[in-house]
């Protein structure tokens, strides 16, 4: 599965999303190339247009505050095996 990410780049990612102004704007903007950013090999081939692909966006990205404050859940969402099947959100809730 192309989407499947490796836990060295789950701890990254989640490292730079609750700490990290640049790359939350870098994610905000354009999560492929963040993703690629931190070690995701698959994010580099634009090709892949597939699962997890199709509907990554963000439009509102959850606060660092709350990202650190959930990082174990949205962890161990990120390396289920299921992962790329099921959204993880890393936004603010709509109200």
Do not use: Y
Request: hydrophobic share 40%; proline share 3%; with cysteine.
């Amino acid at each position: 599965m192309p989407f499947k990410l490796s836990e060295d780049t789950v701890d990254t990612l989640l490292d730079k999303l609750s700490s990290d102004d640049a790359f939350r704007a870098q994610f905000q903007k354009d999560p492929r190339q963040a993703l690629a950013s931190v070690g995701h090999a698959a994010a580099k081939d634009t090709s892949i247009d597939e699962g997890a692909w199709v509907c990554m966006s963000v439009n509102q990205l959850a606060s660092k505050e709350a990202i650190k404050a959930s990082r174990d859940a949205l962890r161990t969402q990120l390396l289920a095996e299921k992962a790329a099947h099921n959204p993880i959100s890393l936004e603010v809730a709509k109200r």
